[in-house]
């Protein structure tokens, strides 16, 4: 599952960011997302290739990846 949704990432970031396919690969690879992507026990690997690929896209932006949608608090 993991080797599927990276070939979709790399294939996202050539179209969105315009990249080689090469850049797009070492991009993703040297990614915080694909990390915890590979990190079996994270569950990423089980969401859809736009899911995983919003986070990727934040972290591109910001510099590190935010988890934002991830609450501490507990119930």
Do not use: H, P
């Not at 960011?17 to 850049?23: A, C, E, P, V």
């Not at 040297?30 to 934040?58: D, H, P, R």
């Amino acid at each position: 599952m993991v080797e599927s949704i990276s070939a979709d990432l790399a294939e996202l970031l050539t179209r969105d960011y315009g990249m080689s396919i090469t850049d797009a690969l070492d991009t993703l690879y040297n990614s915080e997302t694909y990390a915890i992507l590979s990190n079996y026990k994270t569950g990423l690997y089980f969401q859809s290739s736009l899911y995983v690929y919003s986070f990727l896209k934040s972290e591109l932006s910001f510099g590190k990846l935010v988890w934002s949608c991830i609450s501490t608090k507990t119930v």
